[in-house]
């Protein structure tokens, strides 16, 4: 829960903040994109700081999560959790677009296994991505693929009433996935949608740069919008990449006068999801760091907002 003290019009105000926030666990503590070892650990980190509301975390074993379930237990109070299936794409190759069936069944399975176990552990909601982009010829079959895998997992999470969110990418810069612009996410997820109500787009503020979109571009869809991630992209060298450090880094794309702006897009929309930190420690960097800058730049943005500076 977060209050923020500005003076809009001049008159001092203390403002409570409107959305839950959370945060990407594996990214802050880069280890787990890897292995689930130390992650109830890290997990109470996060957890004991009551600036966060939901964990976003990724596939964890079940001798791994009953620690978690231990370490949560002498809090005061419980964060929710959303369950990440991007690195599974991302990082081990599985493909939920995959023109080829029998790819595209071995990704399919895996997810509705882990949306399955996610329902059993309490969680809100899942989160993926699509696979790799593909030639203009192979398009069409590969989204119909997606919208194939993306049907299965929202069937498994709605048993339990969990959401499903589609995480939008880069198409041709960095991580170069199958779906990116809001408005091709928008049609397949309205798509999906007729048969699967539980499904939304997940929007990230540090992938706009790398698809030449603002926060402007979501009010056209905000029926479709169900969850936000904010950061930064990064420049190095004249290039764009999907790295996501922390706010105020070198090379750092997106500030708070851009987290402002996103701000006061959702309240025009009447957005009424969740917001979520993305972002990742650079070489010898802290979290503590990346975390309490990320702390700084969302107090100031919405200050900005509510005192109607950069945010309007």
């Given at each position: 829960?977060?209050?923020?003290?500005?003076?809009?019009?001049?008159?001092?105000?203390?403002?409570?903040?409107?959305?839950?926030?959370?945060?990407?666990v594996p990214?802050?503590?880069?280890?787990?994109?890897?292995?689930?070892?130390?992650?109830?650990?890290?997990i109470?980190?996060?957890?004991?700081?009551?600036?966060?509301?939901?964990?976003e975390?990724?596939v964890?074993?079940?001798?791994?999560w009953?620690?978690?379930?231990?370490?949560?237990?002498?809090?005061?109070?419980?964060?929710?959790?959303?369950?990440?299936?991007?690195?599974?794409?991302?990082?081990?190759?599985?493909?939920?677009?995959?023109?080829?069936?029998?790819?595209?069944?071995?990704?399919?399975?895996?997810?509705?296994?882990?949306?399955?176990?996610?329902?059993?552990?309490?969680?809100?909601?899942?989160?993926?991505?699509?696979?790799?982009?593909?030639?203009?010829?192979?398009?069409r079959?590969?989204?119909?693929?997606?919208a194939?895998?993306?049907?299965?997992?929202?069937?498994?999470?709605?048993?339990?009433?969990?959401?499903?969110?589609?995480?939008?990418?880069?198409?041709?810069?960095?991580?170069?996935?199958?779906?990116?612009?809001?408005?091709?996410?928008?049609?397949?997820?309205?798509?999906?949608?007729?048969?699967?109500?539980?499904?939304?787009?997940?929007?990230?503020?540090?992938?706009?740069?790398?698809?030449?979109?603002?926060p402007?571009?979501?009010?056209?869809?905000?029926?479709?919008?169900?969850?936000?991630?904010?950061?930064?992209a990064?420049?190095?060298?004249?290039?764009?990449?999907?790295?996501?450090?922390?706010?105020?880094?070198?090379?750092?794309?997106?500030?708070?006068?851009?987290?402002?702006?996103?701000?006061?897009?959702?309240?025009?929309?009447?957005y009424?999801?969740?917001?979520?930190?993305?972002?990742?420690?650079?070489?010898g960097?802290?979290?503590?760091?990346v975390?309490?800058?990320?702390?700084?730049?969302?107090?100031?943005?919405?200050?900005?907002?509510?005192?109607?500076?950069?945010?309007?």
């Amino acid at each position: 829960m977060l209050y923020v003290l500005a003076y809009p019009e001049g008159r001092e105000a203390l403002v409570r903040f409107p959305y839950e926030i959370g945060i990407v666990v594996p990214m802050a503590y880069p280890s787990l994109l890897k292995t689930d070892e130390n992650a109830s650990e890290y997990i109470y980190e996060i957890a004991s700081d009551p600036f966060f509301d939901i964990l976003e975390v990724g596939v964890i074993g079940d001798g791994e999560w009953s620690r978690v379930e231990e370490r949560l237990k002498v809090l005061p109070r419980r964060p929710s959790f959303i369950l990440a299936l991007q690195a599974e794409i991302l990082l081990r190759g599985a493909n939920p677009s995959s023109t080829s069936e029998d790819e595209r069944r071995r990704a399919e399975e895996l997810f509705v296994r882990e949306a399955e176990r996610a329902c059993n552990r309490g969680f809100r909601a899942v989160a993926l991505c699509t696979g790799p982009n593909v030639p203009e010829s192979e398009r069409r079959r590969a989204l119909e693929a997606f919208a194939k895998t993306l049907g299965a997992v929202a069937e498994a999470a709605g048993k339990c009433g969990m959401q499903v969110y589609v995480e939008t990418f880069d198409t041709d810069v960095d991580k170069k996935r199958l779906l990116g612009r809001i408005e091709d996410a928008a049609r397949l997820v309205e798509e999906v949608r007729g048969s699967h109500p539980n499904v939304s787009i997940l929007w990230d503020l540090s992938h706009a740069p790398l698809l030449g979109e603002t926060p402007e571009d979501l009010k056209p869809y905000s029926s479709l919008i169900g969850h936000v991630h904010i950061g930064a992209a990064k420049r190095v060298e004249g290039r764009l990449y999907d790295w996501h450090p922390g706010f105020y880094r070198p090379g750092s794309v997106n500030d708070e006068r851009d987290v402002a702006r996103l701000l006061a897009v959702l309240e025009e929309m009447g957005y009424r999801g969740a917001i979520s930190f993305e972002v990742k420690p650079e070489e010898g960097q802290d979290v503590r760091e990346v975390l309490g800058a990320s702390k700084e730049a969302l107090v100031r943005a919405y200050r900005l907002h509510v005192e109607g500076g950069l945010g309007r």
